[in-house]
Structure formats: C-alpha cells, structure tokens
C-alpha cells in the first residue's frame, strides 16, 4: 500500500513516497532533480516486487539539490522505515559528465551487489558500460559516505550514477527499456529470484 509523507530537509518541502515490497530496496532522493531516476525506481521495483522509495519536489521549477548524506533518516519517518525493510538498497542517481556520456558508475559500500549489477548492465545494455572500480568512478559520485542512505540499510548498498542518455529517452523522463530490463535482471539476482 502506497504511503507518502511530507518532509522538510534544509528548508527544503518535498513529498516522500514508499511502496513496500520486497527485501532489496529502489530508492530515489533527487527524483525531482535527475530526471527518470524516480521513474526507473518505480519500474523496476515493481516488475521485482521490491520496496521503492522515492523523494519529489512537486510543483517547484527549480528543485534544490541536497546530498544525499544529508537527507540521512532522521529527517523522515518513511526512509526510517525504509531501511529498516530492505537488506540492500539501490539507489537511483543521475550525472551529468561530459566526458562520460554514457557510462554507469555504481557506488556505495556493497561492492559486491555493485559487481551483480555492472554485470547485469553489460548483458542487458552494453551501450552502457558500468565501472565498479571506485578508484575510477568520480569522487563526488562514489556513494561511500557513512551518512548517505545508500549504506545505511543491513547490508548497505549501491549507488547507481546513470548517464542522462541511461535514465531519458525521447526528451522525457522516460528511462530506455534496456536499462529498465538490466537493473531489474539485476535486481532480480540480488533477490535470489530467477534471471
């Protein structure tokens, strides 16, 4: 059952959305600022089952950017009891890099769920090659904060940094089918389900 919350961070009004499901967790804190992110945490928990939780900003033409390790739990019921729900958490993100136009850096402190997903990524949508190497993957994009959600569930978890082109398609918040297909194969896999 579909639950909301409004929440208040840095001054900022947004609108939290849980759907609980299932052991893995989709999240998306900047769904309103990295366009398909929330859209993409909806579709892939779903075709799961999964738990997804996700935070907008409805109605604002400018949504304010807060990193993720300061929209830690303590500011929202729903993320409380979202990590408490989930094992591994997947968190959505988008970049913005020129110079990496296509790729997918996966984050955070579970490498080895990053390795399931980079390799779901290169069966499903080679176009959009992973790095796992957290040497390789931006400073800024590595998800390893203590305080970000991303590594706050049991288990911790992956923050998945997708290109515009991985996460948009058609000039809409649409993500690309192979991209759909490959984190919900990977997802999938970190669940136990069958491929």
Request: glycine share 10%; proline share 9%; with cysteine.
């Amino acid at each position: 059952m579909t639950r909301t919350e409004p929440v208040e961070i840095e001054g900022t009004p947004m609108v939290a959305t849980l759907v609980p499901g299932g052991e893995i967790g989709l999240l998306a804190l900047h769904g309103s600022n990295e366009g398909g992110t929330a859209e993409l945490a909806d579709l892939v928990a779903r075709r799961c089952g999964a738990t997804s939780l996700v935070f907008t900003q409805p109605g604002v033409r400018q949504p304010v950017h807060i990193p993720s390790a300061r929209m830690a739990a303590d500011h929202c019921v729903l993320l409380r009891e979202f990590l408490e729900r989930v094992s591994v958490t997947v968190s959505l993100h988008g970049h913005m890099r020129p110079e990496a136009p296509h790729t997918v850096f996966l984050g955070g402190g579970n490498r080895a769920a990053a390795r399931v997903l980079a390799e779901a990524l290169a069966a499903e949508a080679p176009q959009f090659p992973a790095v796992t190497d957290l040497a390789a993957v931006p400073a800024d994009l590595r998800g390893v904060h203590p305080r970000n959600p991303v590594n706050l569930s049991h288990l911790g978890g992956v923050q998945v940094e997708l290109p515009l082109l991985a996460r948009t398609s058609g000039g809409a918040d649409i993500p690309p089918g192979v991209v759909a297909e490959a984190l919900t194969a990977g997802v999938r896999r970190l669940s136990g389900q069958a491929p």
